[in-house]
């Protein structure tokens, strides 16, 4: 009976484990996707690790869990040490430059509307001189027809 009270706890202790592990990782990722960490305003703690892993705050404050909050301390430690958490504030040259890219941007989706635009005008033309065809074509046939019904005894 122990025994399994014991490999239950083993079992949920590795579990706990396991969800901060991948909680981890998807944050690594997010730093890595964005540049700093994009969830709560920038700011990651223990805290926020446990709330992404669904565990509960206290579960780091367990004697079960010691060597885990160390292994969560050393790595929030090294994640704050390598990369930044907090998004980067916007200075004035900055926003410069942001707004040259949104420029650029804008030109060059302004090019891509104008080439397609011409597209479609040379298109539409040629479905003008298609249609002009077409009106004659049927103007000489009402014209034939006409001639044939005044024809044709009475």
């Known amino acids: 009976m122990i025994s399994k009270l014991i490999e239950y706890q083993k079992a949920q202790r590795q579990h706990v ?3 901060l592990k991948t909680a981890r990782s998807m944050i690594e990722q ?3 996707e964005f540049g700093y960490y994009p969830e709560n305003d920038g700011r990651l703690n223990a805290k ?6 669904g565990v509960g705050t206290s579960t780091l404050k367990n004697r079960t869990h010691e060597s885990t909050r160390a292994t969560v301390g050393r790595w929030l430690t090294r994640v704050k040490t390598t990369r930044p958490a ?6 004035a040259g900055s926003a410069v430059t942001q707004l040259e890219r949104s420029l650029t941007l804008l030109a060059q989706e302004l090019d891509a ?7 479609l005008e040379g298109r539409c033309s040629i ?14 046939l009402r014209a034939e ?5 005044n024809l044709a005894p009475a």
């Open 17 to 19: 484990v396991d969800k």
């Open 30 to 32: 997010e730093i890595e």
């Open 48 to 53: 926020e690790l446990c709330r992404r892993a």
């Open 86 to 91: 907090l998004k980067p504030q916007l200075g």
């Open 113 to 119: 509307f104008k080439l397609e635009y011409e597209k």
């Open 127 to 140: 479905l003008e001189e298609g249609n002009d065809k077409l009106r004659t074509e049927n103007a000489t």
């Open 145 to 149: 027809k006409l001639r044939v019904v």
